[in-house]
């Protein structure tokens, strides 16, 4: 599987972007789909995700009714809406998926096994 991450950019805060996840190589409509961010000499956070083919989303505390993740299975390709943006979310957005993800271990970066490359979100106060 090859993940592609697009969208991020530079943006000011209260502003918005939708960062796209393209897959390639498999298709990921059953797997579980999630977003994390890194941040400069900061660890790997889970952002959200969406579990399996249940579609059932999940999301951190601090983007919780500010982000949205989704998926189209005809493109094969996740997304996140990002609104309401702040500087603290700064950071380089990946996306993951893994088909053997299970609800216990969603929110740990380990628990994926393809990674797409990355793409920067820069908020400016």
């Known amino acids: 599987v090859q993940l592609q991450a697009s969208g991020g950019g530079l943006v000011q805060a209260g502003g918005s972007l939708r960062l796209s996840c393209a897959a390639s190589g498999r298709t990921f409509s059953t797997d579980t789909v999630a977003w994390f961010r890194q941040a400069p000499g900061k660890e790997r956070d889970f952002v959200a995700g969406?579990?399996?083919?249940?579609?059932?989303?999940y999301y951190s505390d601090s983007v919780k009714g500010r982000f949205i993740v989704s998926r189209d299975n005809a493109k094969n390709t996740a997304y996140l809406q990002m609104s309401g943006l702040r500087p603290d979310d700064t950071a380089v957005y990946y996306c993951?998926?893994?088909?053997?993800?299970?609800?216990?271990?969603?929110?740990?970066?380990?628990?994926?096994?393809?990674w797409g490359q990355g793409t920067q979100v820069t908020v400016s106060s």
């Open positions: 969406i579990f399996r083919s249940y579609d059932r989303t």
């Open positions: 993951a998926t893994s088909p053997s993800v299970i609800l216990s271990n969603l929110r740990s970066h380990t628990a994926y096994g393809y």
